[in-house]
């Protein structure tokens, strides 16, 4: 069965400074899809950043980058220049062709000002 | 353009009753999910919907959970008798079709089974 794994219940980063919070999983699919998602303090989830799995190139959105691994099985983000904003319930997640959505159990960012 | 729209957002019954939540997804998304997230954990979807055909419901609990997506858009969820684990939030997304595609969530009906 297929896992998501983040290790890190909480991280802090001071304001301006670069953060990485960790993703692995586990999978015996070929193709399948990463994402990251983030939920503010009592606001809506939304995606910060997907990955193709068959695509080696890492996806960028902005001060968002991932640092994907595939024979790791390893799916980072990393957000630089971090901002107040950034403050949030980040999730890792992955689905496969079969559709099967499958969530992290989260990593708490706190920005320090 | 309008959001996923859900309702209530707060509910508190107590255990044996029941309950419903209600979804309205994006306009034009075929695919609709329900998802309950315990304090502290991440989303675990419960069903899964493409259009109006169930996708993958293999984490509900059949025996008290129950869902519907009548003409492909909004979408019912129930629980009948609830129970004190199910005190939860419950969120539901849509996306254009599955896979790859962004999901958008709805603001969440926080549950409180007492």
């Known amino acids: 069965a297929q896992t998501v794994t983040q290790s890190q219940p909480e991280m802090s980063v001071q304001e301006a400074e670069t953060v990485t919070l960790s993703c692995t999983y586990d999978?015996?699919?070929?193709?399948?899809?990463l994402f990251w998602y983030k939920q503010p303090p009592s606001r809506q989830m939304i995606l910060v950043i997907r990955?193709?799995?068959?695509?080696?190139q890492n996806a960028t959105e902005n001060r968002f980058s991932v640092n994907f691994q595939k024979a790791a099985k390893s799916f980072s983000l990393k957000i630089s220049d971090s901002q107040l904003g950034d403050a949030a319930m980040y999730f890792c997640?992955?689905?496969?062709?079969?559709?099967?959505?499958?969530f992290g159990t989260g990593t708490r960012l706190k920005v320090l000002a | 353009e309008a959001g996923v729209a859900q309702s209530p957002r707060y509910k508190i019954i107590e255990k044996r009753q029941s309950v419903a939540f209600w979804c309205n997804p994006i306009?034009?998304?075929?695919?609709l999910y329900w998802y309950q997230q315990i304090l502290g954990q991440g989303p675990k979807l419960l069903i899964q919907?493409?259009?109006?055909?169930?996708?993958?419901d293999s984490q509900l609990p059949k025996d008290r959970f129950s869902a519907e997506r009548l003409k492909g858009v909004d979408s019912t969820l129930k629980i009948q008798p609830a129970k004190l684990e199910d005190s939860a939030v419950y969120l539901c997304?849509?996306?254009?079709?599955?896979?790859?595609?962004?999901?958008?969530f709805g603001p969440g009906t926080r549950l409180t089974v007492t």
């Open positions: 997640a992955y689905t496969s062709g079969t559709y099967k959505y499958i």
């Open positions: 919907f493409q259009n109006n055909g169930v996708v993958d």
């Open positions: 997304a849509s996306s254009l079709v599955g896979g790859y595609y962004e999901q958008y």
């Open positions: 990955q193709e799995a068959y695509k080696q």
């Open positions: 999978t015996s699919e070929s193709d399948y899809y």
């Open positions: 306009s034009g998304h075929a695919t």
